[in-house]
T-cell receptor, first 115, second 111 residues
Framework: DTAVSQTPKYLVTQMGNDKSIKCEQN?????MYWYKQDSKKFLKIMFS???????INETVPNRFSPKSPDKAHLNLHINSLELGDSAVYFC??????????????FGPGTRLTVL | RKEVEQDPGPFNVPEGATVAFNCTYS??????FFWYRQDCRKEPKLLMS???SGNEDGRFTAQLNRASQYISLLIRDSKLSDSATYLC????????????FGKGTKLSVKP
């Protein structure tokens, strides 16, 4: 059983398009995250939701909009895609963000290529 | 200064070797420390948390020096399956699950 799943796994699209990436976790966790890993392999947090509420919103263009319909799902919508958005996007979840030894569980990633 | 800095490697070692990775962090308010492992084209996975007193898990030993803001990972008797990128990760104190990742150190274990 997949703990954190993402769809699609690969996404190739043209500049200017709008696309969405979906994430679901079946671990019963309260908190979910979106990370971006660029071509230099640098993994950086974008957003975090706890029980459907936004708790972390790093400096990300407002073309990126997360949506959490329930605590098991966190989707990422990207408007007007740009070349620089090409990266691997990882979803993650954790039980409780305020637990200092909190482990985060990552999904398999979505490899986005903008042409 | 980057928030979490690591030697990117690659470290190319023979099977059975002992290898050590180092990491420094800039935020003295950091409260929690971890090593994650990321295989090629895969997601990061927690390898071990790092405790102030140092901790060991089989062939892996992690150390933390808060005064120097320095974290280390030692792998003994390295196996081919240890080949991966090792990410040093720091949780900023008081922040809700905000993990800061280093760029990772790539390890390649050869037969």
């Amino acid at each position: 059983d997949t703990a954190v799943s993402q769809t699609p796994k690969y996404l190739v699209t043209q500049m200017g398009n709008d696309k969405s990436i979906k994430c679901e976790q079946n671990l019963g966790h309260d908190t979910m995250y979106w990370y971006k890993q660029d071509s230099k392999k640098f993994l950086k947090i974008m957003f975090s939701y706890n029980n459907k509420e936004l708790i972390i919103n790093e400096t990300v263009p407002n073309r990126f909009s997360p949506k959490s319909p329930d605590k098991a799902h966190l989707n990422l919508h990207i408007n007007s895609l740009e070349l620089g958005d090409s990266a691997v996007y990882f979803c993650a979840s954790s039980p409780n963000p305020w637990d200092r030894l909190n482990e985060q569980f990552f999904g398999p990633g979505t490899r986005l290529t903008v042409l | 200064r980057k928030e979490v800095e690591q030697d990117p490697g690659p470290f190319n070692v023979p099977e059975g070797a002992t290898v050590a990775f180092n990491c420094t962090y800039s935020n003295s308010a950091s409260q929690s420390f971890f090593w994650y492992r990321q295989d090629c084209r895969k997601e990061p996975k927690l390898l071990m948390s790092v405790y102030s007193s140092g901790n060991e898990d089989g062939r892996f030993t992690a150390q933390l020096n808060r005064a120097s803001q320095y974290i280390s990972l030692l792998i003994r008797d390295s196996k081919l399956s240890d080949s991966a990128t090792y990410l040093c990760v720091v949780a900023v104190g008081g922040s809700q699950g905000n993990l800061i990742f280093g760029k990772g150190t790539k390890l390649s274990v050869k037969p």
